[in-house]
């Protein structure tokens, strides 16, 4: 998804990586994490409840991809104990990925691979991850509410709520069809972020926002589609020097 500046800003469309407003993913973020952090401390639990919440931050997973000249940060989401979700220009371009828990902990990548259609990729692991998180069944409806989880900045462990306005056509990826449009606030680093329903489950995967702050996210119907086809899914292209 690494597109012109000039593309992007007719589109009004800003994705996620973690960097300044308006900036591509190999941008520098202002601030790096270390990978040695303490245990964020949530800024609230959304509409999860209790056990839903703690479900939610041990799925999480912050990204830093070490590019050639480049760093950005981005979230994702871990669907079993050696796999997790992020999206396609999260992974792009990359030397190195590195990845960290909720709790601090380093997590060794195997293996990425990305989608040709939608902005979605895939991550292997070595180490196994804390914990797994469960799709939906189907997409939400305008009007749900919903949760999303993820490393904004490349920061701590953040939790936002908001609720979907509907569907829109996929500002950035013409073949793709309809997205959700929600209006939870997200931020450079969300992208990969989880969007979750009340039960916890997860119904979508944050990539994009515009300039009026409503965020785009692809549908969990997408990422079950892409998920059940071993075509969808092609293994990601790193940098070179």
Request: hydrophobic residues 40%.
């Amino acid at each position: 998804m690494r597109r012109p500046a000039h593309a992007l800003l007719m589109l009004g469309v800003l994705i996620l990586s973690g960097c300044a407003s308006f900036t591509l993913p190999g941008d520098p973020p202002a601030d790096l994490v270390p990978s040695t952090v303490p245990v964020p401390t949530p800024s609230s639990s959304g509409n999860l409840s209790p056990d839903g919440f703690d479900a939610a931050q041990r799925m999480s997973v912050r990204i830093r991809n070490v590019g050639c000249g480049s760093v950005s940060t981005g979230s994702g989401f871990a669907i079993d104990e050696h796999t997790l979700i992020t999206n396609r220009h999260v992974v792009a371009d990359s030397a190195e990925l590195q990845l960290s828990t909720y709790d601090g902990r380093d997590v060794t990548v195997a293996t990425s691979a990305s989608a040709a259609l939608a902005d979605l990729a895939l991550v292997r692991t070595d180490d196994a991850l804390p914990s797994a998180t469960r799709l939906g069944d189907s997409d939400p409806a305008p009007g749900d509410p919903i949760t999303v989880v993820g490393y904004p900045e490349g920061g701590q462990l953040t939790v936002t709520s908001g609720r979907v306005i509907g569907t829109t056509p996929d500002p950035l990826h013409s073949n793709l069809g309809e997205v959700l449009l929600t209006d939870a606030q997200v931020e450079p680093g969300s992208s990969g972020s989880a969007v979750l329903d009340s039960s916890g489950a997860v119904v979508g995967v944050v990539y994009a926002k515009n300039q009026a702050g409503q965020s785009f996210v692809v549908p969990v119907s997408t990422l079950r589609g892409i998920l059940a086809d071993d075509a969808a899914l092609i293994p990601a292209v790193g940098c070179t020097s």
